[in-house]
Structure formats: C-alpha cells, structure tokens
C-alpha cells in the first residue's frame, strides 16, 4: 500500500523530475531531519508497501527539499529494495516554514495515539526545524501542541524522556507499551537505575512510578514541614503592646487541611483564646476571612474575640476549586461589630461580590485594605496573620499595623528580634506530624 498525503500538499509549489533525471544518483540521497520525527512503518506496513510498488510501480512521487527527502522515507527505502525507480517533487519553501510543511504533509497521522504525538512534538520542539538566523532555535511547544492536538504537559513529558531517558525507556514509549506519564518518571530515574528496568514488564513500571511518587511525595512533606516549624520558630506574641485599634483584619490559619498548608495552623479553641480585646478599641470593626466549610467555627471567633456578625462580603477568585459538594470559587470575609462605629460612607459601600484574581495558597488581594480604608479612614487598623509589608494606608488613611510570624512590621518601640523570641504558642510537634 502507498503512503497516503494530505491534499494540502497540492499546495505547495513542485516540481517534478523522474529519478533519472536528478543531478545526483537518486539512491544517495539523505533523509532531512524534519521526516525522522515521524514514526516508521511496521515491518507489516513495509512489506506491504514493497509489494504494492512491485505490482504497480509508484504512484506517489517523493518529495525533496533541496537535495534531501522531506516526505516519503518509506517509499523511497522499498523503492531502493524494489529497484523501482522513482520519481520526485522538488518544494520550494522557505526555512521557517518546514514544521508547517512538514505537519500538512505528514496530516493524515493525526490520528496517532497521543504518545506517539507527543513525541513527535517533543522531538520537534527540541529540533532546529524551522529556524534560521531571525528565530529563538526551536519550534514552539505550544504551536506543535496545537497542531498535534495534544497538551502542552504531555509535551513536556516527551521532552523529559527524549533527554533523560535510556534509549530502552525511549523506545518503549515510541511503541505504546508505557505511557508518557509513566514514562516521565522513570526519566527521573538515574540512567543507570533505569537500565536495571525491564520495560516489557508493565507491573514493575507501574510499581516502578509509584515507587518514584511515593518518594517526592515524602520529600515535598518533609520540607513542608520543616517550613512550617521554621515560620513557627517566628512566632510574635500578641499583646496590648501592639496598639489599640479600630478595626481588626484577620485571616486566622484554620486547621482543615493539616500539613497540606504551607505555614502552621491554629485549633479553633487557640484562635478564640488569642487575646484579640487586648488590642480593640471599645468600638471597633472586625473584618474576618473564613473558607464555607468553616462558618459555624469562625462565628464562635467572633463571639470570643467580643465581635457580633452583621454581614459578609464574597471574594469571587474566577477559578473553581475542591470541594465535597461542590467546586470551591470564592471565600468569606466577615463583617463584625462591636459596639458603635462610625456609618461607612454611602460612597464607600463596596459591593457584595467582589473580583479578584486568585493568588497563592492563603493570601489575599491587598485591593481589600484599600477598601476597609475607604470604609473607615478616621480608624486605626492592623492586620492579623499579616504576610510581608502590611498596608501603607490608601486614600490618605493612617498607614496599618501588622502581627504574624510572616509579618515584617515591627511595632514601636519593640525589635523584632525581641518579638521572635516570646513564642505565642508552645511548639505542638504531635499536631505537626499527624
């Protein structure tokens, strides 16, 4: 059977010489390195092919790019083996153009199994196919994706096992036998480990990946932990000393999700008895963030810390989560009083619903000072379980105070040196390693 191409080919400028009539003895001619990247045939497909050309002769012309074969390795090999002679297209492209090329011709194999795909686009990603002298070196990883119909992760993987992986391990995934996932673990495997794997043995891969997952996870929760005793070890102690205050923002580290957080986490019994109306002016305003799984125990806070709840606001994160019941997009933020406060401007109401790009695990957007400024300029505030600078003060409001182990403001006439070594809690190991 002949190579079958797609008609895009009758695009691209030919022409067309009988293998007699080339400059050089057609049977010395190279493979150009952009046809390599595609998958052979099975012996079947060859002999198949070798009998087709014998009984017909070919029908479909080889294509060149300058003086090497850009499109039908396969015909012009079992017409080498046959001893038909063959007859050829010379294309005319430009340098930059190859990969798009190279894919038309080649677009009937888009139904190639993924691995395969990826691959290929690994291969292509990592070749200077396409490029010249005005290009960064190689074909985009993004563009092959594309045109392939596959992710941009499953590239990646291919890539990690063309550079790291035994020609062994390369090979297995080429053939289907280990798919790229598997694959890019092993890859992670000293060339040497890996040469001791029998790659036709599909249990002991998958025993194999599992191995190597079960190792990075431990060493991801070791070095988690060891973050979190060392943000602990910066732990300030929270007294009247700080200041007094008319609004308290809060964003108390829950304890839901154990070690899975990177900083350590508070009981709810720890978080009520935090001596918050140390620091809380005899009116004040306490805005409070809780994830929804956590209402009922984050209204007891507020009660503890002497606080009333009155409303909330929703922070709307614009990308869907976890969750049991349903995907997680957006958290709470409490709003409690405490006696009397000043009314916020009717100028100054933000809405309900609030839009902001998702940040990293825990932090919150700064755009909310700005809006507690505008709510209450007139009253002090301090940011509790702060991380890094706390606010300067927006719109003219007094520049905020801050407490937590990741906080950098130093309150006066305090040193932070002097504050890390009053612990606000004892050390609570057993918390930490279950």
């Known amino acids: 059977m002949n190579e079958i191409n797609d008609n895009k080919q009758e695009q691209v400028n030919t022409t067309t010489h009988p293998g007699q009539a080339l400059a050089v003895d057609w049977k010395t001619l190279e493979i150009h390195e952009a046809a390599l990247l595609f998958p052979p045939m099975t012996d079947q497909e060859f002999a198949e092919l070798k009998d087709d050309i014998r009984k017909n002769g070919l029908l479909v012309p080889i294509k060149l790019l300058g003086d ?3 499109d039908g390795r396969n015909r012009f ?5 046959t001893g038909v002679t063959p007859s050829f297209e010379v294309i005319e492209a430009a340098n930059e153009d190859i990969w798009s090329l190279v894919y038309s011709l080649n677009a009937v194999r888009r139904n190639l199994p993924e691995h395969k795909k990826a691959m290929i686009a690994a291969g292509l990603a990592n070749s200077s196919v396409g490029t010249n002298q005005h290009t960064a070196g190689a074909v985009s990883q993004k563009k092959v994706a594309e045109e392939l119909g596959i992710s941009v992760d499953s590239v990646l993987r291919a890539k990690k096992v063309l550079k790291n992986g035994i020609p062994e391990l390369v090979e297995a995934v080429s053939s289907g036998r280990i ?15 890996q040469a001791q794997l029998d790659f036709n043995d599909i249990k002991t891969i998958q025993d194999a990946s599992k191995a190597i997952n079960k190792a990075k996870f431990e060493v991801r929760r070791q070095e988690r932990l060891q973050a979190i005793e060392a ?8 007294t009247s000393g700080l200041g007094n205050f008319g609004v308290i923002y809060a964003d108390p580290p829950w304890d839901y999700l154990g070690t899975a957080v990177p900083y350590p986490v508070m009981t709810l019994q720890e978080i009520c008895d935090l001596p918050v109306p140390s620091i809380c002016a005899e009116d004040a305003v306490l805005f409070m963030w809780c ?3 956590l209402l009922p125990d984050a209204l007891k806070v507020v009660a503890a810390w002497g606080f009333t709840f009155k409303t909330s606001m929703v922070w709307n994160k614009g990308v869907a989560g976890q969750g049991a019941y349903c995907r997680q997009m957006h958290e709470t933020l409490l709003v409690c009083l405490k006696n009397v406060v000043p009314e916020v401007p009717f100028s100054a109401r933000p809405p309900s619903v609030l839009n902001y790009p998702r940040l990293e695990h825990s932090r919150k957007p700064r755009e909310f000072c700005d809006l507690i400024d505008a709510m209450y300029p007139e009253l002090n505030k301090v940011e509790l379980f702060a991380r890094g600078d706390v606010s300067p003060g927006f719109g003219g409001a007094p520049a905020w105070a801050g407490w937590g182990n990741e906080c950098d ?3 006066p006439g305090s040193t932070t040196t002097e504050a890390a070594n009053d612990p606000l809690l004892p050390p609570a190991p057993d918390r930490l390693q279950a």
């Open 291 to 293: 994830s929804n799984s």
């Open 409 to 411: 403001y130093t309150p």
């Open 68 to 70: 090497k074969v850009i």
């Open 231 to 238: 943000k602990r070890a910066n732990n300030k102690p929270l």
């Open 179 to 193: 798919n790229i996932s598997a694959a890019a673990k092993l890859a992670e495997l000293a060339k040497a480990d």
């Open 77 to 81: 090999q079992a017409c080498k083996e």
